[in-house]
């Protein structure tokens, strides 16, 4: 089942602009992750907040985590034309042993 | 440098015919994952591992069989049950409960039904 559901689907932006995804889900989380697949390759894990957690940076990448919302945000500031890649948000239920991914967020930053 | 193997890289597979895919990892981890992803959609959860000689379904198992016989290697057969097999397969480790750890991720199995 999905459990985390991100917005935008699609997003095209310019080499230099700020990129923000969203990412909402159902029911309560142990924690949230954020990961990059670049077209045809595996995953790549960027960051993970947990529930008790608001806000956390790393390096251009900064999360949010919106508990009573249940909602996460993913900030890229000053994108560059390598951070052209699909996002996904994954989150894990409490208690369980396993992520599950929402359906991601194809990002085109334009040189 | 340590990492996820997954191969091979392409797969073809005929109609009636079992696969397997190989996924090797030298992260000393000890749970692992194996997911289904299709065109323009999320991961979805075949088969998970915690520990040695023991596996859990996910969401999606049927038509899959899995086996840990070794810490290292976790290899996902698709079999002919699996009606609908044409996907890119990504297998997965973390060191420990996923509270703490993400996922490493390997690049991927591409079958392909011909």
């Known amino acids: 089942s999905q459990q985390g559901e991100e917005d935008p689907q699609a997003l095209s932006i310019q080499e230099g602009e700020n990129a923000t995804m969203n990412c909402s889900y159902k029911?309560?989380?142990?924690?949230l992750q954020w990961y990059r697949q670049n077209s045809g390759r595996g995953l790549v894990h960027l960051i993970l907040?947990?529930?008790?957690?608001r806000e956390k940076h790393s390096g251009r990448l900064r999360v949010t985590l919106d508990t009573s919302k249940k909602s996460s945000s993913l900030l890229i500031t000053a994108s560059r034309a390598a951070d052209t890649a699909s996002y996904f948000c994954?989150?894990?239920?409490?208690?369980?042993?396993?992520?599950?991914f929402g359906k991601g967020t194809k990002l085109t930053v334009n040189p | 440098d340590g990492g996820i193997t997954q191969s091979p890289k392409y797969l073809f597979r005929k109609e009636g015919q079992n696969v397997t895919l190989s996924c090797e990892q030298n992260l000393n981890h000890d749970a692992m994952y194996w997911y289904r992803q299709d065109p323009g959609q999320g991961l979805r959860l075949i088969y998970y591992s915690q520990i040695v000689n023991d596996f859990q379904k996910g969401d999606i198992a049927e038509g899959y069989s899995v086996s840990r016989e070794k810490k290292e290697s976790f290899p996902l057969t698709v079999t002919s049950a699996q009606k609908n097999p044409t996907a890119f397969y990504l297998c997965a480790s973390t060191p420990g409960q996923l509270t703490y750890y993400g996922y490493t991720f390997g690049s991927g199995t591409r079958l392909t039904v011909v």
């Open positions: 994954a989150s894990l239920q409490g208690g369980s042993e396993k992520l599950v």
């Open positions: 907040i947990r529930s008790n957690e």
């Open positions: 029911t309560s989380i142990n924690n």
